[in-house]
């Protein structure tokens, strides 16, 4: 139990590094935390630190989710630990012990690494769907939606065990969640698209 616990605890510290804030930190003390939407998600670290550092800022975030697996894969070496860790590390990327729980992302990051790790065939299959959406409608929220949605689905369908489409089920609600405000503009038909300016 205490080493299940120990796993858990490291996967939300890793989650709760703020790769997007060091990377406005270290662009001239840009605070993220205080910035565009105030989100310290890729999306917001894209808006506001430009294109090549969001996206590496927005990688790193990814492979939180990626190490934060490979790490409760390595030490605990059960799929139950391994799946919870991808709870454990969203959580820690939403609400960071580094601002007292208060500030993050949205979990969209470390969901695609946590299933990169996890199934990384229905990960890419959604992942390109949910991109050609974006690419579509130049709405990345709705993008990550479709996304957090079609994981458990194509989960069920290659089989995969109850517990991690469980586990993908719960990561999709809390990033529903974490998108409310999106989804309220969305349905109002205001939510800001790529390339719009403030």
Do not use: C, Q
Not at 28 to 45: P, Q, V
Not at 103 to 131: D, E, H, Q, R, W
């Amino acid at each position: 139990m205490l080493i299940k616990f120990a796993i858990l605890l490291l996967s939300y510290l890793i989650g709760s590094i703020p790769f997007t804030y060091i990377m406005g930190r270290l662009m001239g003390e840009r605070d993220l935390s205080r910035l565009g939407s105030g989100n310290l998600g890729g999306t917001n670290a894209i808006r506001v630190l430009g294109w090549g550092p969001g996206i590496i800022a927005g990688l790193l975030d990814v492979a939180k989710g990626t190490t934060a697996l490979w790490l409760a894969d390595l030490l605990g070496g059960s799929v139950e630990i391994t799946s919870l860790a991808a709870l454990a590390v969203t959580f820690g990327h939403n609400w960071s012990v580094f601002f007292r729980g208060k500030k993050g992302g949205k979990g969209i990051s470390t969901t695609i690494g946590s299933f990169l790790y996890l199934n990384p065939l229905v990960l890419l299959v959604s992942f390109s769907i949910a991109l050609e959406i974006v690419f579509l409608s130049r709405l990345v929220s709705l993008g990550s939606l479709i996304l957090v949605s079609l994981v458990p689905l194509g989960l069920f369908i290659v089989g995969e065990d109850s517990l991690t489409i469980f586990v993908s089920f719960l990561l999709a609600v809390i990033a529903f969640y974490r998108h409310r405000g999106n989804i309220k503009r969305l349905r109002a038909g205001v939510e800001r698209r790529i390339g719009e300016k403030n």
